[in-house]
């Protein structure tokens, strides 16, 4: 009976031990098991701060990059104002020499007694018709003349008139150019070709030339064959201007 007793109090023990020893196994397996839950999720948080870490550096980085553009930005505006500001006091600069220079020219078209320089061509315009042509300065002729045609004599109050055009390419006749004026006299004009000498009517016309504006008396002639449909003769000149027949268009433009 005792013995009995002693082998159920054995096994009793060894269960309990074998007890134990399935409770420690279970329970080291439970705490691997968190042991590796914790460090899974240390190494997610690590990684969690890098990224932060990276996202920090790169917005520092954006923030450096945004201030560096701002600075060259600011740098430009600098130099564009400075190279305004230079391209101003040029244009002030070539305006002062444009000025300088229209003076002196203004200055070499007048000579120091006030007669006005023409050049051997110049422009005229006649106010009649507020046509301009191409005039040649001869001072070798004494009267000016012109280049007139369809010439057609008329009275009028009692008075000889005529009307004709001036023609040269540019101006050709229609009825908007007739010039109507009263004959001042007639002259007869001997040509070398002819031995009978011509008849020409002579007019005044308000002509500008330049600066200068005056009622000049010019002979209606046939110039066609001549390269210039209006000559200038010394009586245009006589007491108001002198010639440089070196030059061209000195008081007028030369288109």
Not at 127 to 135: G, K, L, P, S
Not at 144 to 153: G, L, M
Not at 154 to 161: L, T
Not at 222 to 241: I, K, Q, T, W
Request: net charge negative.
């Amino acid at each position: 009976m005792i013995l009995k007793s002693k082998n159920a109090a054995f096994r009793v023990g060894t269960l309990a031990i074998v007890c134990l020893g399935v409770v420690a196994c279970k329970s080291t397996e439970t705490h691997n098991y968190h042991q590796q839950t914790l460090n899974s999720l240390a190494q997610t948080e690590q990684r969690i701060i890098e990224q932060i870490a990276n996202v920090e550096s790169q917005r520092n980085q954006d923030s450096v990059s945004l201030t560096s553009l701002r600075s060259e930005v600011n740098a430009l505006k600098e130099q564009l104002s400075a190279t305004q500001a230079l391209l101003t006091e040029y244009v002030n600069q070539q305006t002062d020499q444009t000025a300088v220079t229209e003076s002196e020219a203004q200055q070499t078209i007048v000579t120091e007694r006030g007669d006005f320089v023409l050049g051997a061509i110049e422009h005229v315009t006649v106010e009649a018709i507020q046509q301009t042509f191409e005039a040649r300065i001869d001072t070798g002729a004494a009267t000016s003349s012109i280049n007139a045609v369809d010439i057609e004599f008329f009275e009028r109050n009692g008075d000889d008139w005529v009307r004709f055009h001036i023609l040269d390419e540019s101006n050709q006749p229609s009825d908007s150019n007739w010039v109507e004026t009263p004959v001042i006299r007639f002259v007869n004009i001997r040509q070398v070709s002819s031995t009978a000498p011509e008849r020409r009517p002579v007019v005044k016309l308000w002509t500008q030339l330049g600066e200068m504006r005056d009622h000049s008396e010019f002979t209606l002639a046939d110039r066609s064959h001549m390269s210039h449909p209006v000559l200038l003769g010394r009586e245009y000149m006589r007491d108001v201007a002198i010639v440089d027949v070196s030059k061209e268009f000195v008081q007028s433009n030369p288109e």
